[in-house]
């Protein structure tokens, strides 16, 4: 972070955000500063960064790529999200997130509709058919055999419009419109 930058704070859903030049700063010294910041804590009693990370591995996969790729992690409490772009994310894991709950049963698939039209506002019925965008059957099938070969963290993610969908294998589905803080997540419980 630049001497003199400010942290932006924008709504409670957005969280925090600050922009770093992925050319000339390091990533992983700006979220350690922008952390500090917005917890007030002082970065040296931070948790060390590299308890989360390789912070040379990780500044070396987010300098600038021809393609936007996004990392996100828990820090000091916090989600942490920073892209290739040059933007920081941080976000209170407390923050309220709009869930639904449904039966076990159910695929995964189907909560991926369900959230894509909380979102969007509109009756699931009407979002377009998720195998326009992908095999239902395929996300199914990964997702539910996930968890049956020990602690694994599988997780995936794509957009639909201006949607960016994330599917976990705790069934857990996440829609992020514009910002990764403007979610929806729906648990398949």
């Known amino acids: 972070m630049t001497e003199g930058q400010e942290i932006e704070r924008g709504s409670p859903i957005e969280g925090y955000h600050t922009t770093f030049d992925p050319d000339s700063e390091s990533g ?3 979220i350690v500063s922008s952390l500090s910041e917005v917890t ?3 970065p040296e009693e931070l948790e060390p960064i590299e308890s989360v990370m390789d912070p040379i591995v990780f500044d070396a996969l987010i300098r600038r790529q021809e393609r936007l790729t996004r990392v996100s992690f828990v820090y000091h409490e916090h989600r942490v999200t920073v892209d290739t772009d040059g933007e920081i994310w941080v976000q ?3 923050q309220p997130v709009f869930e639904l709950t449904f039966a076990e049963s159910e695929p995964l698939s189907h909560g991926v509709v ?3 039209a909380a979102a969007k506002g509109i009756d699931p019925n009407d979002v377009d058919p998720l195998y326009e965008f992908l095999d239902p059957e395929a996300l199914d099938a ?3 055999g996930a968890s049956g070969g020990g ?3 599988v997780r995936v993610s794509f957009r639909i419009d201006d949607l960016e969908i994330q599917v976990s294998e705790d069934r857990c589905v996440t ?3 514009d910002s990764p803080w403007t979610e929806y997540s729906t648990r398949t419980n």
Do not use: C, H, Q, Y
């Open 175 to 177: 829609v992020g419109r």
């Open 151 to 153: 602690a694994r963290d």
């Open 40 to 42: 007030g804590t002082d």
């Open 28 to 30: 992983s010294g700006v």
């Open 114 to 116: 369900r959230a894509i």
């Open 92 to 94: 209170d894991p407390n």
């Open 142 to 144: 990964l997702l539910d």
